[in-house]
């Protein structure tokens, strides 16, 4: 983490924190879970499920509520702030 702190500015850090809630995880085994659940899906409706499955009804809890704007920006500012960021509106 050190060495991340050294390299990386405070900005550029929070930058890719925004960039990932958009896109979502950029660490590749998160991004596993969500293939697992396309695939578990897959299987459960070719065997005949009674209700059709979705790859979200085998995520890990934390991929199932989705954040407002007005949230990301907030834990985005949080994020800033905690890594010694500054914030200045437009003019």
């Given amino acids: 983490m050190s060495e991340l702190l050294a390299r ?3 900005r550029e850090i929070t930058e890719w924190m925004a960039y990932e809630r958009v896109t979502g995880p950029l660490d ?3 991004r596993t879970e969500i293939s697992a659940g396309i695939v578990a899906a897959t ?4 065997n ?3 209700r059709r ?3 979200s009804d085998f995520l890990p809890t934390w991929f199932k ?3 407002t ?5 907030q834990d985005v500012m949080k994020a800033n702030t905690a890594l010694g ?3 200045r509106r437009a003019e």
């Fill in 43 to 46: 299987v459960a409706n070719s």
């Fill in 69 to 73: 704007v007005e949230e990301i920006w």
């Fill in 8 to 10: 990386t500015s405070s």
């Fill in 28 to 30: 590749i085994r998160l």
């Fill in 85 to 87: 960021g500054t914030y």
């Fill in 48 to 50: 005949g499920s009674k």
């Fill in 53 to 55: 499955a979705k790859p």
């Fill in 65 to 67: 509520r989705k954040k």
